[in-house]
Nanobody
Framework: EVQLVESGGGLVQPGGSLRLSCASSGFDFISTHMKWIRQAPGKELEYVSSINSGGLTTYYADAVKGRFTISRDDAENTLYLQMNSLITEDTAVYYC??????????RGQGTQVTVSS
């Protein structure tokens, strides 16, 4: 059974940083492309970032490019998202998911990120 468990969310002031983690199990993590997606209040799911299996190639939505960094630790079956220079528009529930593009596919229960002064 695929399990994805996100953590690391919280309340942060504009300009602050957070690091999200996603512990994965039940599938071959090393061979799987992974991604982060988010859903802001009242909005649809939005693609944030993805990383290919092996971690050599990363992709970012324009809204987060230059501020967020996706990474993975294949030894720990864990996906990360380092978020810097956070803005209020980054407020959302963040999910990790399987795949390289889009918002479809298996995902975890999410972790809330709130950017507010």
């Amino acid at each position: 059974e695929v399990q994805l468990v996100e953590s690391g969310g919280g309340l942060v002031q504009p300009g602050g940083s957070l690091r999200l983690s996603c512990a994965s199990s039940g599938f071959d993590f090393i061979s799987t492309h992974m991604k982060w997606i988010r859903q802001a209040p009242g909005k649809e799911l939005e693609y944030v970032s993805s990383i290919n299996s092996g971690g050599l190639t990363t992709y970012y939505a324009d809204a987060v490019k230059g501020r967020f960094t996706i990474s993975r630790d294949d030894a720990e079956n864990t996906l990360y998202l380092q978020m810097n220079s956070l803005i209020t528009e980054d407020t959302a529930v963040y999910y990790c998911g399987i795949g390289l593009v889009g918002t479809a596919g298996p995902r975890g229960q999410g972790t809330q990120v709130t950017v507010s002064s």
